[in-house]
């Protein structure tokens, strides 16, 4: 059937999105895929950025989140995962997106008690009491993908954004100054992780002292995380995105480097959305939470 | 069962377990050695053309696979694309190994793949030239990262690790076939059909990179996935490999050659021989090698010879001290 009239790009997005809801209430990542902690997430806050008020199939989807936090608070990425990991961060996000509190409440106690193995207290005092030294900054604290690994950039953004939304609400009073403090170290912490050329890499700026390549989702993404620094602390990163978006990458990158960009109070033009190729459900989300930030909604930060 | 672990006999059938997907002759002694020499297939291949399907198919019929009615797994080596270096598996080798596949009369062949760092598989393969080269190919690949997961309990790993969540789409499988690129690797040394499960690892469980498998020791996880999944088959791209700074940021490598072994420890030891590395010095071969396939004198080594086919790779850094002395 031939459309005619002008669309909302956002809207075409939403649908395909939507294609990749399973009957339990979860996203997938591809059709038929199992369902996901991320997928689901990322189509909620989708669907939150586009204005969708609540409704049962969504109060269903958080109920199946809900149900994969485990013993310790924190939450598994799928359903036959027996322990917690990075989604924690993204989960606590939409749990206070949607205003439930008390999945809110647990996934920010477990964020609170977890950091990169970097800032245990073994790596800790090999640099600090007998002064070995490292390839880059280790001295701040961010979040790993999984327990006992490094942290690293894409879960230090998550777990920075799940501390700023719980600031925003002020609902935990008695977490507030760990709240606090660890939004500050994990800032630090990517302002450390910073590459030579002003972005970022998924990790370190440096591998066995040779300069690490900076990528366009990553860069996007810190720069997201930073909200709020001085813009001339940040301004080669900025204008390495905007050459970065400039560059049409896919559109993964392209939805990151325009919620970055657009926090930065920056414009975030991608060209013709038609143009930009989505294929799994994380690219469908992201293109709606991306559009809507560049139009002044941005959900991580709303 | 207690938490949920489903102990399958992955390890203590691996040797048996191979040889019944591959429908081969390999059977072992109560010791556990192998009744004959593991065969590694190596064949000269000058270039990424249309001679390479034939290659292929050469190397699989030399190799007797009966795959017939299975349900076969190609994992290649999907990680970055810099239209300047040889970093992934090259999409005709990828292609010919599931024509070649496909011609044994496997019942099904799946292209499977977790790169370790980027988080758009099929934009990377795009951009790596795969769907221009293997028809279908967006409706036959699985991306490993975002697939259902089991977890599986390791028996005596090497790593600290006990159990890993693994993909369902490969514990599924009746062979796995480890379509890796012949390069050095920085940590490593060299990656190669065993390195290459690393992919294997979900990122929707462990993150972008494994990261996990860095703390609980490269060499020693390598190991540990190499005996998780014993269906397995491998083939390396050596056609043009990767030197120097591997798996991402070294130069590419000519050395015109592939190869291919259902023992993928003799496999990945006499690929190192081709690149002029001592395999002895390769800790996770060290530890992954039960029957002395490091040593070539217990390898069956059909079509080319080393002496014919070997090639010295740049090595990195320290490993510069692992260079095979000639004539070895």
């Not at chain 1, 917690?84 to 606590?92: D, H, M």
């Not at chain 2, 080393?306 to 740049?314: C, E, K």
Request: aromatic share 8%.
């Amino acid at each position: 059937m031939a459309v005619d009239s002008p669309r909302d790009p956002a809207q075409g997005r939403l649908e395909a999105l939507l294609s990749m809801r399973r009957s339990d209430g979860s996203f997938s990542y591809r059709p038929g895929g199992p369902g996901l902690a991320e997928c689901t997430c990322y189509a909620l806050l989708a669907l939150k950025s586009a204005g969708h008020p609540a409704n049962p199939a969504i109060a269903q989807s958080l109920d199946w989140l809900e149900a994969l936090r485990r013993e310790d608070g924190g939450f598994a990425p799928q359903p036959s995962v027996n322990t917690s990991n990075w989604v924690t961060g993204l989960i606590s996000i939409t749990m206070g997106v949607y205003g439930r509190t008390e999945p809110q409440q647990r996934s920010l106690e477990w964020l609170l008690g977890t950091t990169g193995a970097e800032s245990a207290w073994l790596p800790r005092f090999l640099r600090g009491i007998l002064g070995i030294e490292t390839s880059y900054p280790q001295n701040h604290t961010g979040w790993p993908w999984a327990a006992g690994a490094t942290a690293w950039v894409e879960p230090t953004v998550l777990g920075t954004l799940a501390m700023r939304r719980a600031q925003r609400e002020d609902r935990f009073p008695s977490l507030r100054a760990q709240i606090d403090r660890r939004f500050g170290e994990a800032r630090k912490m990517l302002l450390d992780r910073r590459c030579a050329d002003g972005g970022w890499n998924y990790g370190a700026p440096v591998a066995l002292e040779i300069d690490a390549l900076s990528y366009p989702e990553t860069t996007g993404m810190a720069i997201l995380g930073l909200q709020g620094v001085p813009a001339k602390a940040i301004s080669d990163s900025t204008a390495l995105a905007q050459r970065m978006l400039a560059a049409k990458p896919h559109a993964n990158a392209t939805s990151w480097l325009q919620l970055g960009l657009s926090a930065a109070g920056e414009a975030a033009d991608a060209g013709e959305e038609e143009a930009i190729q989505c294929r799994n459900c994380l690219d469908y989300a992201l293109r709606v939470i991306a559009l809507r930030a560049v139009d002044g909604a941005n959900v991580f930060l709303g | 069962m207690k938490d949920g672990i489903k102990r399958r006999d992955w390890l203590a059938g691996a040797v048996a377990a191979g040889a019944i997907a591959a429908g081969t002759a390999v059977s072992c002694n109560r010791a556990g050695a192998p009744a004959e020499k593991p065969r590694v297939t190596v064949l000269k291949s000058a270039a990424y053309n249309q001679d390479l399907y034939a290659t292929v198919r050469q190397l699989l019929e030399d190799q007797k696979l009966n795959v017939k009615g299975k349900n076969v797994v190609l994992k290649p080596n999907l990680v970055e694309f810099d239209p300047t270096r040889p970093i992934n598996t090259h999409p005709m080798f990828v292609h010919a190994a599931y024509e070649g596949f496909r011609a044994l009369g496997a019942a099904s062949v799946r292209i499977a793949e977790g790169p370790g760092h980027r988080r758009d598989s099929l934009d990377l393969a795009d951009a790596a030239g795969y769907f221009s080269t293997i028809p279908g190919f967006e409706d036959r690949f699985r991306d490993l990262n975002f697939d259902a997961v089991e977890r599986i309990a390791l028996s005596n790993p090497h790593s600290r690790l006990t159990e890993l969540y693994l993909p369902t789409t490969l514990l599924g499988a009746d062979l796995i076939v480890s379509l890796a690129k012949m390069k050095t690797h920085h940590w490593a040394g060299a990656t190669l059909s065993m390195k290459n499960f690393f992919g294997t690892v979900p990122g929707s469980v462990y993150g972008w990179p494994k990261n996990v498998l860095h703390w609980a020791g490269i060499p020693e996880c390598i190991s540990d996935l190499h005996n998780a999944f014993p269906k397995h088959f491998g083939l390396v791209d050596g056609i043009i490999g990767m030197e120097g700074n591997g798996p991402i940021q070294g130069s590419g490598k000519f050395a015109g050659v592939i190869a291919g072994s259902r023992d993928m420890v003799a496999l990945d030891a006499t690929c190192c021989r081709i690149m002029g590395i001592d395999p002895a010095r390769v800790k996770y071969l060290q530890l992954s090698a039960r029957h002395g396939q490091l040593d070539a004198a217990n390898v069956a080594q059909s079509g080319e010879t080393l002496a014919s086919v070997r090639t010295d790779f740049d090595l990195f850094g320290e490993f510069k001290e692992w260079r095979l002395a000639r004539g070895a």
